[in-house]
């Protein structure tokens, strides 16, 4: 069967299910995830594989993997990446809501910035925090944040939500030293300087367009507070109306923080800066310190750490400590699962082997390459979830057909393909039910204020590349 034909299917079925049949979410895209791959050839696997780099011993083992144990591998691959990170960051956010740490940062932000530029603030620090760190990271540390300043005026919900999450997924796909981007840069040959520099701006204008949308959409749509399992929205409430005297100092309040960011960001610089090969003893101490120490899972359980204690100072309270924790990791519990539901499915998408068919359409039709790049990487990334994935497929994709040379730099190249990557996340894209579940949204909500906002974006970014290559060939 045609890898389009099975992605149809799957797609249909998860609609299905979650729309019509109202079941849960986890349920829904297992129950999608298993149709779909057993609907997928033994050889179309063993193709994805080959495609994959794997040997032929290898992608035959994993073409002859019973459905079983493809979905469980599937999904334990998309655990092993982001479940450590959410428990840490469900307590890490806990932490400073129950203390009032997250409250007393606010009142900062509002002190310096006023509440009229807060969306702004939100905005260009989610932008540059997400350059060095991942988007999901950056996502969980700002949501405690969102959260205790909606409660002030919570028909701005839904605008801090969008300037948080579309300035962290463009930076995250178009300025390095982040997977996607920095990939495309390596194997086009194009300079880190460069890239990163042609990022910062595309990223400014996409950034720029998304806010605009935010400011438009944030009105236009009713999104309330909704309570969490973490805390309810009268408790946020009640420390809106604490007095400063009340709340932690702003020092404690923001490392839990910061800490991690730091950390993430110093092992991300000094592995740029520093070559391994030619580095002296202090230089190869700070490498291995920071490696440690620098790993998003170890900075995350060092910062949940501090936020324990952050709440003990304001408890001094063993039950309601352990109540309060218990219930964030349930919340994150729940989070890991849909989520890891969400990746195992766009996995077992992955599999059919649709990039490789993308690419034998993308070589049949002779179009304008740029828009043909866009193409490219917009229907992998909606059809398999993952931007990172996209990129890489397109980049294969284009190689080929732009080996006779551009009439432009490269870079601009690498600019759509970063762009394409965030056409309309939806359900089997694992950051689609972080956002859903952390904020408290629904499916319908969630692409009305981050899917929609996210292809404003790409498409924004596509016309400005367009427009720049041709004005700024740069050859």
């Avoid at 390095?176 to 390596?186: H, I, K, M, R």
């Avoid at 952050?310 to 990791?329: D, G, H, M, P, Y």
């Avoid at 009305?448 to 404003?456: G, N």
Wanted: charge should be neutral; glycine fraction near 8%.
């Amino acid at each position: 069967m045609d890898p389009i034909f099975i992605i149809l299917i799957g797609i249909a079925v998860v609609l299905f299910c979650i729309i019509v049949l109202k079941l849960h979410a986890v349920i829904s895209l297992l129950l999608a995830g298993l149709i779909t791959g057993l609907i997928t050839s033994p050889e179309l696997i063993y193709n994805f594989a080959i495609h994959q780099g794997l040997a032929e011993s290898q992608a035959q083992s994993m073409s002859n993997q019973l459905i079983g144990k493809r979905l469980a591998l599937a999904f334990g691959n998309t655990t092993g990446k982001i479940g450590i990170l959410i428990a840490m960051a469900s307590i890490i956010g806990a932490c400073l809501m129950r203390s009032g740490g997250a409250e007393r940062i606010i009142r900062s932000l509002l002190k310096l910035f006023g509440e009229k530029n807060a969306s702004l603030a939100f905005l260009t620090g989610s932008f540059t925090l997400a350059i060095p760190v991942f988007f999901d990271t950056v996502f969980y540390l700002m949501v405690p944040l969102i959260k205790s300043i909606s409660v002030r005026n919570p028909k701005k919900f839904s605008l801090y939500i969008m300037a948080v999450a579309g300035a962290a997924v463009m930076a995250h796909s178009l300025v390095p030293p982040t997977p996607g981007p920095l990939f495309v840069a390596e194997e086009m040959g194009i300079d880190l300087g460069v890239m990163i520099l042609a990022g910062l701006v595309i990223g400014s204008i996409t950034v720029a367009c998304g806010y605009l949308y935010a400011l438009w959409a944030s009105p236009r749509w009713d999104l309330p507070m909704r309570d969490t399992p973490d805390i309810s929205v009268e408790e946020l409430k009640e420390f809106s109306e604490k007095k400063i005297e009340e709340l932690p100092g702003l020092g404690f309040s923001v490392l839990p923080i910061l800490l991690p960011l730091s950390l993430i960001t110093g092992n991300t610089f000094l592995n740029m800066v520093i070559d391994k090969g030619n580095a002296s003893i202090l230089e190869d101490k700070l490498l291995t310190v920071f490696s440690v120490l620098g790993d998003a899972n170890i900075a995350l359980a060092i910062s949940a750490v501090i936020g324990i204690i952050l709440l003990w100072t304001r408890l001094k309270n063993v039950k309601k400590l352990q109540k309060f924790i218990s219930e964030a990791l349930m919340s994150g519990g729940m989070i890991i699962l849909i989520t890891a539901s969400g990746g195992a499915f766009g996995q077992m998408l992955q599999q059919t082997g649709i990039g490789i068919r993308v690419e034998q359409i993308a070589l049949n039709y002779q179009m304008a390459i740029l828009p043909l790049a866009f193409l490219v990487t917009a229907v992998v990334r909606t059809a398999q979830g993952s931007a990172t994935v996209a990129m890489i497929t397109s980049i294969g994709v284009m190689s080929g057909l732009s080996s006779n040379g551009l009439a432009f730099h490269p870079v601009y190249l690498a600019m759509v393909i970063g762009c394409g990557s965030k056409v309309f996340a939806w359900m089997n894209d694992s950051g689609f039910w972080i956002v859903t579940k952390m904020c408290g949204m629904e499916e319908k909500e969630t692409i009305r204020y981050f899917s929609y906002l996210e292809t404003v974006m790409a498409f924004t970014g596509l016309i400005a590349v367009m427009i720049l290559s041709r004005i700024f060939p740069f050859v």
